[in-house]
Structure formats: C-alpha cells, structure tokens
C-alpha cells in the first residue's frame, strides 16, 4: 500500500498479472482522478480587526498581481538606471529635489522599502513612458534639470503616482503621501485551531469592478503569513484551503497608517480515498 500524501487518494492493489492486473490499474487511476476532490468545505465567517500605529516593516514575500486600486496605472517601465543622478541632468547641475513618503498625512516618515521611479511626463511614440531612474533609499535625492516629470512612489502594493514641475534654483523637497496600511491574513478552521499557512493560499482583489463585472486581481496565490501593504480601500479576500472547493470569501477593509488582521475561518475536512481489490480488504 502506497504511503497517503495530501491531494493524492491512497489505494490497495493486489498482485500484478493477466486482464485483471489491467482492470486493477485502470481502477488506480480513476482514484487519483478522484483525488482532485479530497478537499470539502463551505465558506466560514471572517473577522479582521484593524490597530494603529503600524509601521510597514515587514512585507509578504509573493506580490504579484496588478496594482492596487485607488491610484492612476503607473507608466511602464522602458529602462532602468540605478542610483546616482538623474540622466536628465549632467552630474552637479540641476536642481536637487528630495523625495520623501508618508503612510497618511501628518504621519511620520516612511524609513525603508520604498522604490522610487521617475518617468517623463509624457508618452513616447511607442506609448510608454521612458524610465529616467530609480531609486530604493527612503529618502532619495536627485538632481533634475527644470521640467516636468511623472513620480512613482512603491511601498509594497501600495503606491502613488504624481507629476512634479522641478524649476531651476534652490532645492526643492516633495512629499507624497500613499494613504496605505497593512494586512495580515490567517486561516483557521471552524473550531479556532489553526491550518499551516504552506496549506492555504490568497487572491486578492480590488474592490472596483470592470465594465463586465469583473474584479481587478492585486495579488495571486499568495501562501505567506506576513504584512501585505496595500493602499487603503476595501478588498475582497479569496483563501482556498488545499486544492480543490474549500474556499471562504469575504471584504476586508485597509485603513491608512493601521494594520488590519484578518481571521479567515474554514469549515473544511480532509478526505482520502483508498481503492481495495476486494471488498474483504477494507480497513
């Protein structure tokens, strides 16, 4: 009998040879077919609580998705420079402009994980924007030559986009503000006892919805337990439990500057099948 493992039903056969070896194979292979359905559940309440003071110091670590609502699509990336000044101005001239982020307004300083992009403010013939330089330190400075230019301000799935007019003088210093917050989701089962996080995964989606009535995905298959960073608004949650039906849905709000902690529940169970040659070798 081979070992149970989780998504795959285990099963008896019993010794090889002639047409029934092949009607005992055939009977194997339906019940790995069948094993595609061991996971059962139906959707169980959610309760998420948001706290203050949050500081985004931590991240999950699979962000993939499209980007979060309540902000203007940022420009495509057409190249990439790192660091240093701006090739928009030689080294030494220009005006410096620093830049500086803010969960809310009147909060304190972002200290670390943002990204920084700076675009032109207008689209090539190809319809991209072309990337002048990015930068990662919290608070970048740069030295722009006077003109108009596109800012992309990134703290996880949170970001702002803003255009800036740099004029020729003394430095400048701008401020964007993200309006995020973070959220941290965790899956239990209907008794309260915790399911491992490698056995869950989360979509999440925007709450806007498309002309067909279709939600923008944020992020996809995401399994870790960390701080998701999101500007804030509502989202709807999707965490399916194994692989196949047991799926809660639910809408959680992100409050700028707060961490909210969202409990998922599963009323779910385990099932797996067990193909015996006869009827006498059932457990």
Do not use: C
């Amino acid at each position: 009998m081979s070992r149970p493992r989780r998504g795959i039903a285990s099963f008896t056969i019993g010794r090889t040879g002639g047409a029934g070896a092949s009607v005992r194979m055939a009977w194997m292979l339906l019940a790995m077919a069948l094993a595609a359905a061991v996971w059962l559940g139906a959707p169980g309440p959610v309760h998420a609580q948001a706290s203050g003071g949050w500081s985004p110091i931590e991240e999950s670590g699979d962000a993939r998705g499209a980007p979060a609502p309540g902000a203007p699509a940022a420009p495509p990336p057409a190249a990439s420079r790192e660091g240093g000044a701006s090739p928009a101005a030689p080294s030494g001239e220009g005006t410096a402009v620093r830049f500086h982020a803010l969960l809310v307004r009147g909060g304190a300083p972002v200290t670390s994980g943002l990204v920084w992009r700076v675009y032109e403010p207008r689209p090539g013939p190809d319809g991209r924007y072309r990337l002048l330089a990015t930068h990662k330190s919290a608070t970048p400075l740069l030295r722009l030559a006077p003109g108009d230019y596109l800012v992309v301000a990134t703290l996880g799935r949170a970001y702002v986009v803003r255009k800036i007019t740099v004029r020729a003088g003394p430095a400048m210093q701008e401020e964007f503000v993200l309006n995020a917050g973070g959220l941290r989701l965790r899956a239990m089962m209907a008794n309260g006892d915790p399911i491992p996080a490698r056995n869950v995964t989360y979509d999440i989606y925007s709450d806007e919805r498309d002309q067909f009535g279709k939600r923008k995905k944020v992020l996809s298959g995401l399994r870790s337990s960390g701080v998701i960073r999101l500007n804030s608004g509502i989202y709807h949650v999707v965490s399916t439990y194994g692989d196949a039906n047991a799926v809660v849905e639910a809408d959680v709000t992100v409050e700028a500057g707060k961490l909210t902690e969202a409990s998922v529940y599963h009323a779910a169970g385990r099932v797996t099948f067990k193909l015996v040659a006869r009827p006498r070798d059932r457990p």
